[in-house]
T-cell receptor, first 115, second 113 residues
Framework: SAVISQKPSRDICQRGTSLTIQCQVD?????MFWYRQQPGQSLTLIAT?????????ESGFVIDKFPISRPNLTFSTLTVSNMSPEDSSIYLC????????????FGPGTRLTVL | GQQLNQSPQSMFIQEGEDVSMNCTSS?????WLWYKQDPGEGPVLLIA?????ELTSNGRLTAQFGITRKDSFLNISASIPSDVGIYFC?????????????FGTGTRLTIIP
């Protein structure tokens, strides 16, 4: 499976600021996804990062709050904009893969705390 | 939207015991995946299931894709300390392409010394 890295691994931010999270994959992948995992909770899909076109957002998530870039097949960024304490979560990127490309493999996550 | 319910929510067992957890849905899925998440890390894929009725093993882990396509279970035999963590099921619905995952609520496994 692909090796996935995320930067930063963690950050503490002030309310009202923005943070951009990077996701780097060691091989070209078609599908990349961004998830949010709130404290003690399961994973919720934010959006599918599409290469060369706008991301596809899930219900409850909007581009103005979570702008996503996907400039090529190995890299994506997620920005958390105008942060509030409710945005404190782990943000994870994943890539599709496996024999049927139905499997997803996750990065180590970015732990965000908003004060 | 679809929800996946996992049970039990948490388990406290002794080393060497067998573990069983399951995941149920109100609607069908094409694929079931089981993940384990350790503190401070991303989920790691354990087993992937693609066909109704499929039974798949990975070492001490065994998982099955329910015949109705609405449930799956994961068994761990002879638990060891490194099995501690949170286990998530995840399913892919048949309606949105074959990539999007819906995650279960998680089962937290703790081994009592």
């Amino acid at each position: 499976s692909a090796v996935i890295s995320q930067k930063p691994s963690r950050d503490i931010c002030q309310r009202g600021t923005s943070l951009t999270i990077q996701c780097q994959v060691d091989s070209q992948v078609t599908m990349m996804f961004w998830y949010r995992q709130q404290p003690g909770q399961s994973l919720t899909l934010i959006a599918t990062a599409n290469q060369g076109s706008e991301a596809t957002y899930e219900s409850g998530f909007v581009i103005d709050k979570f702008p996503i870039s996907r400039p090529n097949l190995t890299f994506s960024t997620l920005t958390v904009s105008n942060m509030s304490p409710e945005d404190s979560s782990i943000y994870l990127c994943s890539v599709g893969g496996g024999a049927t490309y139905n499997e997803q493999f996750f990065g180590p996550g970015t732990r965000l705390t908003v004060l | 939207g679809q929800q996946l319910n996992q049970s039990p929510q948490s388990m406290f067992i002794q080393e060497g015991e067998d573990v069983s957890m399951n995941c149920t849905s109100s609607s069908i899925f094409n694929t079931w995946l089981w993940y384990k998440q350790d503190p401070g890390e991303g989920p790691v894929l354990l087993i992937a299931l693609y066909k109704a009725g499929e039974l798949t093993s990975n070492g001490r882990l065994t998982a099955q894709f329910g015949i109705t396509r609405k449930d799956s279970f994961l068994n761990i035999s002879a638990s060891i300390p490194s099995d501690v963590g949170i286990y998530f099921c995840a399913g892919q619905p048949p309606f949105f392409g074959n990539e999007k995952l819906t995650f279960g609520t998680g089962t937290r496994l703790t081994i009592i010394p």
